[in-house]
């Protein structure tokens, strides 16, 4: 074979592989049910639960007047992965200090994610159970610990577990299996994450610190055990949970951007400013980000990871009831 044909057909080949590894596009950060049942090959469906024996129990439901609803939630999404939340944040010391449910180091969450099995190559689709907003905050907090990590190919999926099966689409109960996964997390991109002195600087400065949890927490009516000092951090505006995602016949969602601009008028949050989110220790804090950074397109967007376990642990000044 004529040398230059045969490194074009070689050229060829390393071309058709690299578009076959990516083929899929995701069509936004959020994907539906309908789109992930015709791409389900293409994707790794990343499945987080609080209760990962959920994963391969039977779900459980009621008909009434012909409508059948789902009462329990159980078994998955055929394909997924299995990813038990409890083990995507651990304990770490910071400036001699022991902060709860940090980012894992770069090995160790790249260890996880190919426990379970992620692949390189191919996009990701994170999956949470979809019964509250606290279930998409999960898959959120996942969603930014990916993308820190150098990952770019991420989406939600709308309406979660509980959304998939509330639709009638087919689901399995097998347990899942261990995994061999090549994911591979970079350096920590730091523009997604905030410190301490960046939330400092960011007091009366020129970025936005947005409180992610219930009023009753920013006002400093009530406050976690391991909080140090109910409140919250001056200048702070807050954007609670309930107001963050709706549910459509039990399964909850996000809104659209036009939904979140008129919410955002009444609460004094602006989607295009630069922000910092956080919440008592980054679970809801993630969600907050993933509306802003993801949905609203605010490249601006940064998650304080230790947030109020670690801004009290540090006794850093809080706003609260006198």
Known sequence: MN????????????LLGSTTAQAVTLPGPVV???????????????DVRS????????????????????????????????????????????DGREIKAMLPDQQTF??????????????????????????LDMAARVYWSMK??????????????????????AFDTAPAAAGEGDWTATAPRTKYIATSQDVAKAIGGGVQIVDARPMPFYVGLTKKPDVGQAGHIKGAVNLPPE??????????HYLSPAQYQAIFKHLDIKASKPSITYCNTGHLASGAWFV?????????TRLYDGSMLEWTAEQRPVVGLP
């Open 110 to 135: 790249q260890a996880l994610m190919r426990g379970i099995g992620v692949k390189a190559g191919k996009p990701t689709v994170i999956v949470p159970e979809g019964a509250s907003g606290a279930d």
């Open 148 to 169: 820190v990590y150098g990952d770019d190919h991420l989406a939600l999926l709308e309406g979660g577990t509980t959304g998939w099966l509330q639709q009638g689409l």
């Open 51 to 94: 209760d990962p024996a959920s994963f391969s129990k039977a779900p459980a439901f009621t008909t009434d007047k012909g409508t059948k609803t789902l009462a329990t939630l159980g078994g998955h999404i055929p394909g997924a992965l299995l990813l038990d939340f409890g083990k995507t944040r651990v304990a770490r010391t910071i």
């Open 292 to 300: 802003l950074s993801e949905v609203m397109k605010n490249p601006n």
């Open 3 to 14: 040398m230059h044909i045969k490194g074009l057909w070689a050229a060829g080949l390393l």
């Open 32 to 46: 539906s049910a309908q789109w992930l049942s015709q791409h389900q090959q293409e994707v790794n469906i990343v």
């Open 243 to 252: 107001l963050r995602t709706a549910s459509t016949g039990g399964a909850e």
